[in-house]
């Protein structure tokens, strides 16, 4: 069972512009991570923020968490044409060990 | 560093048949997942390895589906016999720790399989 519901399922922006990505979850987490899937291939990590962090940057990345809330949001700035990609919320269960538990996906499209 | 590697990267079968799936980890990572991602979806696990010890197959569907982990190193994932519900990419990935805290998962290109 996947417990993340991400929003929105599909987002098409302009190059340049911001690209935002929220994501929910259900149960208590030890962290959660962002990963991304080019088209056809596997998945690449993109950052992890743990359950006590609020906030994390990365290049042109920038992760929020609100564990009250149970929700994280992705924040891509200045997309590029390159980021055209499907973008999975991950988390760890608080007690589980490295397991993950993957949400549905927003799939990006930057158009140039 | 090497990443992780599957084969065969594209499978096309027809229902009933036998099917393997092979997953070589990242070197001195002793953690190793399978999961399975439908199209649209995100990947849902299926078994978990610590070294050679399936710490979590609670999402594998015992019926059909065997993995192993000889050594502690690669493993197979086997679907007897495969049904038409069965086509999706097989994905496997591997991380460096164990147990608790924070793992960032490394992910092989996938197999992408076609039950006919």
């Known amino acids: 069972s996947q417990q993340g519901e991400e929003d929105p399922q599909a987002l098409s922006i302009q190059e340049g512009e911001n690209a935002t990505m929220n994501c929910s979850y259900k149960t208590s987490i030890n962290n959660l991570q962002w990963y991304r899937q080019n088209s056809g291939r596997g998945l690449v990590h993109l950052i992890l923020i743990r359950s006590n962090e609020r906030e994390k940057h990365s290049g042109r990345l920038r992760v929020t968490l609100d564990t009250s809330k149970k929700s994280s949001s992705l924040l891509i700035t200045a997309s590029r044409a390159a980021d055209t990609a499907s973008y999975f919320c991950a988390t760890g269960p608080y007690n589980q060990g490295g397991k993950l538990i993957f949400g549905q996906g927003t799939e990006l499209s930057v158009k140039p | 560093e090497a990443g992780v590697v599957q084969s065969p990267r594209y499978k096309i079968i027809e229902k009933k048949q036998p099917v393997a799936f092979w997953c070589n980890p990242i070197?001195?990572?002793?953690?190793l997942y399978w999961y399975r991602q439908n199209l649209g979806q995100g990947p849902e696990l299926l078994i978990r390895?610590?070294?050679?010890?399936?710490?979590?197959d609670s999402q594998l569907p015992k019926d059909r589906f065997s993995a192993e982990r000889l050594k502690g190193v690669d493993s197979t994932l086997k679907i007897q016999p495969a049904e038409l519900g069965d086509s999706a990419v097989y994905l496997c990935?591997?991380?460096?720790?164990?147990?608790?805290?924070?793992?960032?998962?490394?992910f092989g290109p996938g197999t992408r399989l076609t039950v006919l």
């Open positions: 070197s001195g990572h002793n953690t």
């Open positions: 390895y610590e070294n050679e010890e399936a710490v979590d």
């Open positions: 990935a591997s991380s460096r720790r164990r147990g608790q805290g924070a793992n960032e998962q490394f």
